[in-house]
């Protein structure tokens, strides 16, 4: 890492709390917005230093986003630097969910609102669709193993309605083994390639026992969101929805609508689901709860990364649980897509929102949902 800053924390910590204000677009625009103004503009970070945090945010869980801000924060401030960067990226969006939440709480059952949320809700699952897509062809390509994996986990998806995380860790064993496999099957000591998956098991652990249930399973949630932040929708659709039954299927469309229609991190809607489920104090559990892990899988392995980011054990891991991960998306497409989809209306907004980001390449998700929302009103009206 470069030793000498050209800039303040003050400066990158402005950046930082500016772009979570105004940064629509999801991880990937997210990420590139960093690269354009902190790289090639400023030339605050350096391309070793970006390069670096990137691979460190695809290969540890966390959203990719979030974790690429607080380890740039990190690489001239350190853990001050990495606090301060993390917690003014999320915050705008945070409050701005907070909001959406006490306004939907209070005037959820009006019809403008629920008309609003009809249209919204076809158009997120076109996006969904089109996001899995995308990821789809940029990480599994022709690979046959990992399109065996992602058509397992997306089948799991959809016949139980949940997501289960053994798939996920399976997933990132099974390439392990057969791609980079490490030197202790062959007698030699236990490779330190286990690190990451011992690590799953501790967090897991830790969270699901110390914390309350809500802080507990957001935590465990966000432990597991690999690379998109739609990763973590199957996983709380089966959890919110399924096992504890806190919100209803409609609710949760609108959780993640809102997540849409909102800057900064996608998996902020955690905090409009903890809103929902247990008012402002569980919105800031909930999304405390998720975004800890990130925090913590970002800055602790940070020193060390340079040594041993690239193993191919490492990277075969995560490749396994990458493919996974895609496929349970996928799955989700097909499982809130028939509690969103219910009538010609709905069927119409979600084939035309995919068919506009498909010819489209460069429109942006916020504007395609207000769109949906104005049609949304519009078919209320006509109704």
Known sequence: MSDVATYSLWQIVRYMLALGTWGFGGPVALVGYMYRDLVERRQWISEGDYKEGMALSQLMPGPLAAQLAIYLGYVHYRVLGATLVGLAFVLPSFLMVVAIGAAYTAYGGIAWMQAVFYGVGAAVIGIIA???????????????????????????????????????????????????????????????????????????????????????????????????GLAIVPFLYGGVVQEYHWLTDRQFVDAVAVAMITPGPVVITTGFIGYLVSGFWG?????????????????????????????????????????????????????????????????????????????????PEPLVVVVAALAGLTINLLH
């Not at 009538?343 to 979600?350: F, H, I, V």
């Open 130 to 228: 089109m996001s899995a897509y995308k990821l789809t062809t940029k990480n599994i390509g022709k690979d046959r193993l990992l399109w065996a994996i992602f058509a397992v986990s997306a089948a799991m998806t959809v016949i139980t309605k949940s997501e289960d995380v053994w798939i996920f860790l399976g997933a990132g064993v099974l390439v392990w083994m057969l791609r980079a496999p490490p030197k202790w099957l062959s007698g030699g000591t236990v490779s330190s390639m286990a690190a990451p998956i011992i690590a799953f098991f501790a967090i897991d652990a830790l969270d699901w026992h110390k914390l309350g249930q809500v802080g507990a399973y957001f935590a465990y949630a966000g432990s597991f969101v690999f690379g998109s």
């Open 283 to 363: 919105s800031v559990v909930a999304a405390a709860a998720t975004f800890v892990p990130c925090y913590l899988f970002t800055i602790l392995p940070a020193p060390y990364f340079k040594k041993h980011g690239k193993r191919p054990g490492v990277v075969a891991f995560v490749d396994g649980v990458t493919a996974a991960a895609i496929g349970a998306i996928t799955g989700a497409v097909i499982v809130i897509g028939q509690r969103s989809i219910v009538d010609l209306p709905t069927a119409a907004l979600a084939g035309v929102t995919v068919g506009v980001l498909w010819r489209f390449k460069k429109v």
